[in-house]
């Protein structure tokens, strides 16, 4: 856009009543002004000068450095400028004389008194839309000074909320959220009462109230059989501060095994405690427990030169893929128990699989993959999906249902072992597995 379009843009966003399309021209005007010191062009610059005096007068924003300058000019284009805006120039160099007493919640209201009573012209609120961080922003700018540093309030259904000095003479109140919030003030006898409001709350509380109301279903009487990786004397993968994969494992098989029988499901463990259990037995009970579907929990790992570097949640269901990776990580997974059957026997046993369960297994997986990763991204960033993989893993041969192995993250990458052993990201990792278990039956009612 060329400068003339954008001095244009900006004489007609500063004739706007609202304060966004002012301060929207105020930020032209500044850009201009940069582009004329650039350039060397004095006419663009007393033109973009005279903007930001202006537009920082209805803002009330300190422009005295921009003013002092703009009166600097010829004794011509000075009594032009003087003339015209010397009253509302006044103004705003209001000097920080209030002080700020006391911030905090009231019925919900957030509340800042001064120690003297402010005046309208003291205090400017607009708001904008920051698209670099894509977030809502709300700004108080006062006139006034802080008795303490900068503080963090935090309310509920608000990304962010910052008080600080954000220049000598300037108080700035920060509200930040990604989605629109309700913002409202009025001032008191010694200062500002603020009402924010998210219109998503009470919406997404009713939401997850209904979520935890599960309606009766046939499927319910179903069979579950969890499987906690390793155990007793076989530790898993060893990974970030020596966590070890056998513990991870166990409890968040316990915490889905406790979600999925709150649902009506019948659920049995391979394990319920630190013992070792041949890969060959657990599906050995699965099978004598007539289960409907069988789910292995494991946690990944990868060298150290890696262990920064890989990270995600992936499925696997038994099949007689030869990838690279499938290899690789069922190498790993069915490296405690290689005496039941040599290679080439496991070669020779994966041929003979029953389609129809891989098929099966294939969709368990996938619904497994998306629920979790559904759960997990509304409360954690940076989750990653791996993906939905097959490999020849030997602690899912000999089901005679649909069984699949998860994945539920790199124990060996520092940032994701730091979440699996958090509990309440376990919770929310076995409430999207349930989920996932809950989806993968209604499909099949529907298939």
């Given amino acids: 856009m060329s400068d003339s379009a954008i001095l244009k843009r900006a004489e007609i966003s500063e004739k706007s009543p609202a304060k966004s399309e002012q301060f929207r021209a105020y930020n032209d005007y500044k850009n201009l002004y940069l582009k004329a010191l650039m350039n060397d062009n004095n006419l663009l610059r007393f033109k973009a000068l005279e903007g930001i005096v202006k537009t920082g007068a209805n803002l009330h924003i300190d422009v005295s450095q921009y003013s002092d300058e703009l009166f600097s000019k010829e004794k011509s284009q000075r009594k032009y400028v003087i003339k015209k805006y010397k009253n509302k120039i006044s103004k705003i160099k209001i000097r920080p004389t209030h002080k700020l007493k006391y911030v905090g919640w009231k019925n919900h209201n957030l509340e800042l008194y001064f120690d003297k009573k402010l005046r309208n012209n003291q205090i400017n609120y607009f708001n904008k839309y920051d698209s670099k961080r894509k977030k809502y922003q709300y700004i108080f700018d006062i006139h006034a000074s802080m008795l303490t540093k900068s503080q963090t309030l935090r309310k509920e259904g608000v990304d962010g909320i910052k008080l600080s000095q954000y220049k000598p003479n300037t108080l700035r109140l920060l509200i930040e959220n990604r989605k629109t919030l309700d913002v409202h003030f009025k001032k008191t006898s010694f200062g500002i009462e603020i009402r924010i409001h998210n219109k998503n709350i009470k919406k997404r509380n009713l939401i997850s109230k209904r979520k935890k109301i599960f309606p009766k279903r046939l499927d319910r009487n179903k069979v579950i059989v969890i499987d906690a990786g390793h155990g007793g004397k076989d530790p898993g993968a060893i990974g970030y501060k020596h966590y070890r994969e056998k513990v991870v494992v166990l409890s968040i098989a316990k915490k889905l ?191």
């Fill in 257 to 447: 095994e406790a979600i999925l029988k709150s649902r009506g499901y019948k659920v049995y463990m391979t394990r319920d405690k630190d013992k070792f259990v041949k890969l060959r037995n657990r599906t050995r009970y699965a099978n004598r427990r007539n289960a409907d579907i069988f789910i292995s929990i494991h946690a990944n790992a990868v060298d150290k030169k890696q262990a920064n570097k890989v990270h995600g949640l992936e499925c696997y269901f038994l099949s007689k893929s030869r990838s690279n990776r499938a290899k690789r990580v069922a190498a790993v997974e069915n490296s405690s128990d290689l005496e039941d059957m040599n290679y080439y026997g496991k070669e020779s046993f994966l041929n003979t699989l029953n389609s129809h369960n891989i098929i099966a297994a294939n969709k368990l997986a996938i619904d497994l993959q998306r629920s979790a990763l559904s759960s997990l991204k509304k409360k954690y960033r940076n989750v990653k999906d791996a993906g939905v993989r097959e490999g020849p893993f030997w602690v899912l041969v000999g089901a005679q249902m649909p069984a699949v192995l998860v994945e539920v993250g790199f124990i060996t990458n520092p940032s994701e072992a730091k979440r699996l052993v958090n509990q309440e990201y376990q919770k929310t990792m076995a409430k999207g597995l349930a989920n996932g278990v809950e989806r993968y039956f209604i499909n099949s009612r529907k298939r």
